[in-house]
């Protein structure tokens, strides 16, 4: 998982209904992976990659999202399912690598806060698609502005 992945967080797995588990699991974007993991393992797993700022995260039973390919929908995802379930105050995030770079609770947020994928997608082709409209309009502009001023000369001389 690890070798695929762009980010990882974790979060506590304490006191979570294998109900909640699976429901959360679930509603994660394609390309995310949940997964509870003994910390000695992880930490033998972390050594040596890109992720390995995570062992300070070692502590305590914790469970791993490893992100794949959208990680601002993965996080925002996360969040909801706390808002639903009222678990923000004992489930917030605790802590994630992104880069070889550690981020604590608020790094993770704000990087949740960055638009997702499809949304950077929409701005794109909102852009491009205004472009071709916006050179037809300033294109058409001289010619309409001939034509009034054709128009209202050829009235000046009719009166």
Known sequence: LLDTSQMIFTVPAGSLTVAESEGLRRSMPEGTTIAVV??????RALDGTEFEPATTMLKGANMWFFIEDDISASIKTYNEFLKESGKVETHSISGGVLEGNAYDTEGVTAIGKLPTKDELYAKIAGAVKAVPTKVATVIKAP??????AIKLATDKNNE
């Open 38 to 43: 003994k910390n000695t393992l992880m930490g």
């Open 143 to 148: 010619n309409s502005k001939l034509a009034r």
